[in-house]
């Protein structure tokens, strides 16, 4: 076998593998950040009203998250009953009265049940 011949199969050998990686990986990466702008701009607001129904429906869904909109709405869906409630937060089971004085207490009575 020649010299030629030998270079031609060694370029067959190496050139041939290095371009499919290469225009495979391209391809990956071109689906990857294509599915990152989809999310981007799904999140985004709508301002063009040329934008698709579904498109404007799932960026109605991504809003920001607001406590006072919500206790509207939830006054709203009651009806009349709104104008009488009104909103307390309950409180959590360690910030009651006397919470650490009756964990304090019922680590003392394991200690002596032999359960501590």
Request: aromatic letters at 8%; zero cysteines; glycine letters at 10%.
């Amino acid at each position: 076998m020649s010299m030629r011949a030998k270079r031609g199969a060694n370029f067959a050998q190496n050139a041939i593998p290095f371009f499919v990686f290469m225009v495979g990986g391209s391809y990956g990466i071109s689906v990857l950040l294509q599915g990152r702008n989809d999310v981007r701009d799904a999140k985004a607001d709508v301002t063009d009203m040329r934008a698709m129904p579904q498109t404007q429906r799932v960026r109605s869904k991504n809003r920001a998250f607001s406590l006072d909109e919500e206790n509207e709405k939830t006054l709203e869906a009651l009806g009349g009953v709104g104008k009488h409630v009104e909103m307390i937060p309950v409180p959590r089971p360690w910030e009651e009265p006397g919470a650490k004085r009756r964990r304090f207490l019922r680590r003392v009575r394991g200690w002596w049940s032999g359960n501590g």
